[in-house]
């Protein structure tokens, strides 16, 4: 088992044993973490520790003693030294914890990778490189809609996060704050295209898309499917129609309903997202639907349907 921790932009680890609560009684005198941080990366036997501590020999064998029992030390050889035999020790492993509840499942575990690429060109070298763009909570477009997407952002932020070394400047913006310099950039937009006026503007060149029909449906043109329900959404990553060197990531549903269907499928799947369409997987583009687990009226897992 390995403790990791995220340092200066850096993955580090440390072997590490988990220990019982009832072991913690051998850990209860200051001349046992003396002995360990003596121990520490060296073989050595009871006489030598007793040296380097300046305490009395009988001391240090009835701590090692049980710190051997415990496990925290193990013997590693024995040699005859001046007519008796020195036993040495060294410690089992470089770090030791206990833990009061369970492990679970993490979806933003520290060494989640992004082995495929997929985040490329938005998240480089530890680095966003891309403008985060949701719908304005406002009244605004033809509709007069009103986002409710934009929290499901922050979960995004979070994900995102994970990958992240800094973020040096705001990387988010409304789509009424975006101008149209700031659409050649790399994008990552949030909610379809009712909410999101960014998303209708790039809608029209995507492999999946938003048609508007009385009641507006997704269309998939690898497929030829249509996917009317509010629950479905679209993972979408394609070039960027105003920057063919760019891209854009949407990540969206013709309903709020949709796009945290896809909100989810990133954080939960993030793996099978990747891995691109399930009947073309030369296409970043993914359907998903939304389902609600635990029947409480609330969509909490998804099911991919391309």
Do not use: C
Not at 2 to 16: C, D, F, W
Not at 296 to 305: A, R, S
Request: hydrophobic share 35%.
């Amino acid at each position: 088992m390995h403790i990791v921790k995220r340092e200066n932009g850096k993955i580090l680890s440390l072997p590490a044993e988990e220990i019982s609560l009832k072991k913690l009684r051998h850990l209860n005198s200051d001349l046992v973490f003396q002995i360990i941080d003596t121990l520490k990366g060296k073989e050595l036997y009871p006489k030598q520790i007793a040296q380097q501590l300046g305490v009395h020999e009988q001391k240090v064998y009835y701590h090692i003693r049980h710190m051997e029992e415990a496990g925290f030390i193990i013997n590693t050889k024995t040699e005859r030294i001046m007519g008796s035999y020195a036993k040495y020790y060294k410690l089992t492993k470089k770090g030791f914890f206990f833990r009061f509840g369970e492990f679970e499942v993490s979806p933003r575990i520290l060494e989640l990778k992004d082995e495929n690429g997929f985040l490329k060109p938005f998240i480089d070298g530890g680095k966003m490189n891309a403008l985060i763009i949701t719908g304005s909570p406002d009244p605004h477009g033809p509709d007069k809609a009103r986002s409710r997407d934009g929290y499901y952002g922050i979960d995004l932020g979070l994900f995102f996060g994970t990958f992240l070394n800094y973020v040096p400047k705001p990387n988010v913006k409304l789509d009424t704050e975006t101008q149209e310099s700031d659409l050649r950039n790399n994008l990552i937009l949030i909610g379809g295209p009712i909410v999101n006026k960014i998303t209708e503007r790039v809608n029209k060149g995507l492999p999946i898309r938003f048609e508007k029909t009385p009641t507006w449906t997704i269309k998939s043109s690898i497929t030829g499917n249509n996917y009317p329900e509010d629950e479905m959404g679209i993972i979408v990553k394609a070039r960027n129609p105003y920057n063919l060197d760019a891209y854009v990531l949407i990540i969206a549903g013709k309903r709020h309903s949709g796009t945290r269907a896809a909100i989810i499928a990133m954080l939960k799947y993030f793996y099978e997202v990747t891995k691109g369409n399930k009947y073309n997987n030369e296409v970043m583009a993914r359907v998903v639907e939304g389902i609600d687990l635990d029947s409480d009226g609330i969509i909490d897992d998804v099911e991919f349907k391309e």
